[in-house]
């Protein structure tokens, strides 16, 4: 049987890809792993411990916040304090952003926004959640970054990944080489490769949208679904819908089989309900590293400008053929006023 490839081992086996790195950032994905294994020993075990349920508060979002998300938080921050390679954390939890409080840490290089739990609303039910994070590099040479650090577009990511804690708990992540997937084996207690080189389907039969808005889709969405559920069956296949109401679980799905994930703006969020910084911009990365194209139905996400650190955008992502069609659809039935 071929050996087995650790995260850890991949990690500094393609650090040399990145010539100006000297370690942190192999450092700071090793810190993020190792949250990761923390955040998913909790996860698994919800239910039998006091961690479901509402943590009584709120987040910026105005969304309650689960223990289980306050939790991953608080593990992730504390990993990124504690691996000393991150200066700055931007997290869906926290309404400002957190400068890293440790001597190492106000000189380090990265700055990582993070979505700690995201889809956290399904833990109780037992429904695939996930982590995504995003890494930059700062900009600014000396003293402690600055929001200008943190406000860059998608293309200045250096790294980007996510966790699924589902039927198995897998990392995927990428540093603008290619997409790889680790599988996290709790024998050993780690991450190994399962999924070398990840490429999604060019095109596929999957949408994941929630119809529930159908009344308030912008037609462009409207007339997709409709050529989505072909009535003419000679012509092709009609589509299959999937949503599970968590993003790392859809967006996951369709990278593996094929498909397009759509949250457009609704009547409840005219400008999208997911967030650019720590969910679209690395799920883009991602995505556009495995072939696949990510926009809000007519600009790229990567290339726009974050303005706030919450900001939200309507995100098509998934196969390139799928993602193509909606925006011909949304060009033509939904353009820009
Ligand atoms: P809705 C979870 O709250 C999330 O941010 C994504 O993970 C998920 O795809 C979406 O929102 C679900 O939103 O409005 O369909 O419940």
Known sequence: MAGITTLGQFIIEKQADFSYAKGELSRLLRDIGIASKIVNREVNKAGLVDILGDAGTTNVQGEDQKKLDMYANEQFISAL???GECCIVVTEEEDEFVPIDSPVSKNAKYIVCIDPLDGSSNIDVNVAVGTIFSIYRRKSVDGCATI????????QQVAAGYV??????????????????????PSIGEFCLSHPNMKVPEDGIIYSINEGNYVHF??????YIKYAQVED????RPYTSRYIGSMVGDIHRNLIKGGIYMYPTTASSPNGKLRLLYECNPMAFIIEQAGGVASDGLNRILDMQPKELHQRTSIFIGSPKMVKKAEEFMAEFSPVK
Do not use: A, H, W
């Open 233 to 236: 069956l000679s012509t092709r």
């Open 218 to 223: 912008p037609e462009g969405v409207k007339k």
């Open 81 to 83: 304090t504690s691996g």
């Open 148 to 155: 200008t650090d943190i406000l860059q577009k998608g293309t």
């Open 164 to 185: 699924i804690y589902g039927s198995s708990t897998m990392l995927v992540y990428t540093t603008g080489n290619g997409v790889n997937g680790f599988t996290l084996d």
